[in-house]
């Protein structure tokens, strides 16, 4: 890492706060990934990302924009990636899951807003996040009140866009989405001195469609008792699909999901037969967020899929590849992101009809709400969500936190008590 002292220090960063965050990950990591038993070999990978978080992948985008290309960076699902590329540019989302830099933004912000909000703004803030640095733009969207009014204060110390997404799936606001959709090309069009034509949009299309089918091949390996990855690996793997490179990590995914699928031939898992299935739903969790999952499989269930954006919604849906104009194009990735099924949407039956797919599609022992405090459209939804999981005879357990690991212990004893709940119904060992 001390070979890209100069690079951060370019990139404006405060190295000795930055310093004390590269201490923390690898310690965090070692304790949450590297003591796992029984990893896929390709794991490696992930590991070696990991461990150039802020070196190589920063030295690559530093690179490409040394070469006249451009960074943008992103934090939610609703900007089309595939606009970006087709620009040339380089997609990158930006971190929210630590809460490294929050007391900072609290003294700006109201302390009650979720914390991912106020992690991406400490980030910021503190200067310590290369990625925040490497961007030529951030990309921000009208989703959440927090988020929409945090993007206004952002700009006073970014370069930041706002695309403005509907709450609604009627006509009109398809028709506003698409607009939206148009003047997002022109931004990055404007951005990157580069016409966004046909070709580049077949491309940026089909290389964002790879990554998310390679992560529908791998997520269809969790289907399978006794599962071959754990949670906490497959929720790695998704997280690093927002800022790693899209053909590479494409490739990579593809040959780790091989090697689950040789595992499944020869009844491999990474827990044995029997182990009760979780699937986590609700808010994202970005990187370095891997607390929940961390602390049910040490309780001794397994994660066997995420109904979040990272996860299912990411993955879910392609961009149709049929039409042959730029704009028919550009009609196709505006309806694959009004199908997206965000808390934000209101009424949004999508969601829990897709929970209830996949509690059947992954055999889902337990449901466990996950919203992050002060996150209003998660955790009202949960009154939904709670309804359909229930009346489907799943048990479902509500978690509401934040990024600190203060209530780590109350929240394994919850944790512990409904898989006990899962193990009386089904008798199941844990
Ligand atoms: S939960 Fe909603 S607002 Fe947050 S990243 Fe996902 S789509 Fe965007
Ligand atoms: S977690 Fe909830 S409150 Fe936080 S940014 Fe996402 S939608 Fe907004």
Redesign the pocket.
Known sequence: MSDYREMWKELGLDLEAHDQLMAVIPQVYGDVYLSQKNRPEGMSYLDFVMSEIHGLRIKELNDLRASGRKVVGT????IPEEIVLAAGAACVGICGGADWGSAEAEKILPRNLCP?IKSFMGFKLTKVCPYFESSDVIVG?T??DG?KKTYEVLGEYANVYVMH?PQTKDESSRRLWLDEVEKFKGKMEELTGKEIDLVALVKGIATVNAKRAALKRLNEARKVDPVPISGKDALLIQQVAFYDDPARFTEMVNKISGELEKRIADGIGVVKKGTPRILVSG??MAIPNWKLHHLVESAGAVIVAEE??IGH?YFRDMVSESGTEAKEKLSAIADRYMK?D???FTPNKERLDNILNLVKDYNVDGVIHYSLQFCD??TVEYVSVEKAVKDAGIPVLKIETDYSMEDAGQLSTRIEAFLETIKESQGVTL
């Open positions: 934090f939610c699902l609703y991912l969207e989703t959440c988020k997404t808010c994202p979040a954006c919604r997206l965000c808390a934000c459209p998660f």
